[in-house]
């Protein structure tokens, strides 16, 4: 953990060495957030991540997306994945399903693959593995744009919640 004055008199490479693995595979985010230090808080360092993101081009936030696993896909049966996002899968119970239910999530992300060409992305840590069906369910109905915007959305809450995890 660190003090959020300790982080913001970092270098640019330190910064992006300690802020990059908030956004999965992602460090230009933290390299464009960089300059626009000091961060008062957790919350408008967040901000500032998720306006990279937000001000980043088609493109740029697809690749984002497209750097998360599949939710107990062949990373996480594996054994691949970053700590990170072991963690989060094994919070929502992901790590603890039955051949049928591994089944029913590859099915699902094979068929919101083929509908979006990006992975589905939910916070596993504010969801647990009924609501993570339930939300393949319900997301595979949405446009692309719209699914662009969920996925935003949650990789923006899997941020926070990572940055609460390494800054007090």
Same mark, same amino acid.
């Given at each position: 953990?660190?003090?959020?004055?300790?982080?913001?008199?970092? +270098?640019? !490479?330190?910064?992006?060495?300690?802020?990059?693995?908030?956004? *999965?595979?992602?460090?230009?985010?933290?390299?464009?957030?960089?300059?626009?230090?000091?961060?008062? +808080? #957790? /919350? /408008?360092?967040?901000?500032?991540?998720?306006?990279?993101?937000?001000?980043? !081009?088609?493109?740029?936030?697809? &690749?984002?997306?497209? &750097?998360?696993? !599949?939710?107990?896909?062949?990373?996480?049966?594996?054994? %691949?994945? %970053? +700590? /990170?996002? &072991?963690? *989060?899968?094994?919070?929502?119970?992901?790590?603890?399903? %039955?051949?049928?239910?591994?089944?029913?999530?590859?099915?699902?992300?094979?068929?919101?693959?083929?509908?979006?060409?990006?992975?589905? #992305?939910?916070? $596993?840590?504010?969801?647990?593995? /009924?609501? #993570?069906? &339930?939300?393949?369910?319900?997301?595979?109905?949405?446009?692309?744009?719209?699914?662009?915007? %969920?996925?935003? *959305? *949650?990789?923006?809450?899997? $941020?926070?919640?990572?940055?609460? !995890?390494?800054? #007090?």
């Amino acid at each position: 953990m660190m003090r959020l004055i300790e982080l913001n008199s970092l +270098s640019r !490479d330190e910064f992006v060495r300690v802020v990059g693995p908030v956004f *999965e595979h992602s460090p230009w985010i933290a390299e464009l957030t960089w300059p626009n230090r000091p961060f008062a +808080s #957790v /919350e /408008e360092l967040h901000r500032a991540l998720c306006r990279s993101v937000a001000n980043a !081009d088609e493109e740029k936030q697809l &690749a984002l997306i497209r &750097a998360h696993p !599949d939710l107990v896909g062949r990373a996480a049966l594996a054994g %691949t994945l %970053t +700590s /990170e996002s &072991a963690g *989060e899968q094994a919070s929502a119970g992901l790590n603890q399903l %039955t051949a049928e239910e591994i089944a029913l999530f590859q099915r699902n992300n094979a068929a919101y693959k083929a509908k979006f060409g990006f992975p589905f #992305v939910i916070c $596993a840590r504010m969801n647990k593995r /009924e609501a #993570v069906i &339930a939300g393949f369910e319900q997301r595979l109905k949405n446009s692309r744009f719209q699914e662009i915007k %969920t996925a935003l *959305e *949650e990789i923006g809450k899997i $941020a926070y919640l990572r940055l609460k !995890d390494i800054i #007090v």
